[in-house]
């Protein structure tokens, strides 16, 4: 059987796991999925994913998605992305608070580093 490979770290190998922890709205989720040998990433898998949406929504604490579209500007010679007031508030963001930026596969991930 072929080794899969980290996509966050790409130096890892994804184990199988049976105690990732989700929690949304305060409630606590168990599920089983991949876990990266070298950066702890976390992979749900598909079905363990669609039961805890199924089961969140059920208790009203899914929140609907948020797909927002921006348009990419330039300051200096870097690309810039605004992000929305609305979304500001709601995530407590800072200027000056650092950020945790990943590329995984052609979507770019933006966390908070704290």
Not at 11 to 19: M, P, Q, S
Not at 57 to 69: E, F, N, S, T, V
Not at 82 to 87: A, E, F, G, K, Q
Request: glycine share 8%.
């Amino acid at each position: 059987m072929k080794r899969k490979i980290c996509p966050v770290c790409e130096k890892g190998n994804l184990l199988e796991a049976d105690n990732i922890v989700s929690e949304i709205g305060g409630y606590i989720f168990i599920e089983s999925g991949e876990r990266c040998s070298n950066c702890g990433e976390e992979f749900i898998n598909e079905k363990d994913s669609q039961r805890t949406i199924e089961i969140a929504r059920k208790l009203g604490i899914w929140p609907a998605p948020l797909k927002l579209y921006r348009t990419l500007s330039k300051s200096g010679g870097t690309l810039v992305l605004r992000i929305p007031t609305d979304l500001e508030r709601q995530m407590n963001l800072h200027t000056g608070e650092e950020v945790i930026i990943t590329k995984v596969g052609n979507k770019i991930v933006i966390e908070l580093k704290s």
